[in-house]
């Protein structure tokens, strides 16, 4: 998979923030397939303010704490 970037803002973020956690909160009802997939994905994402961190390990710990 390749790396991307998003720069959303304003309304964007908002919607981006909605989506994220309705995501979250039916993260448990997701195969575990999809889950797998979208936690490789948001790990590929880069970071332009943190370039070097390596993502898939902090996005894992992040959807454990605040799925729903």
Known sequence: MKQAWFN???ED???LM???GALLANWPELPKEVQER?????GL???PVN???G???DVRHFVENHRG
């Open 45 to 47: 994402m880069s970071d």
């Open 13 to 15: 973020a908002r919607m």
């Open 55 to 57: 993502l898939v390990q």
């Open 8 to 10: 959303f803002e304003g």
């Open 18 to 20: 909605r989506l994220g």
């Open 51 to 53: 370039p070097q961190t």
């Open 38 to 42: 979208i936690v490789s994905k948001a």
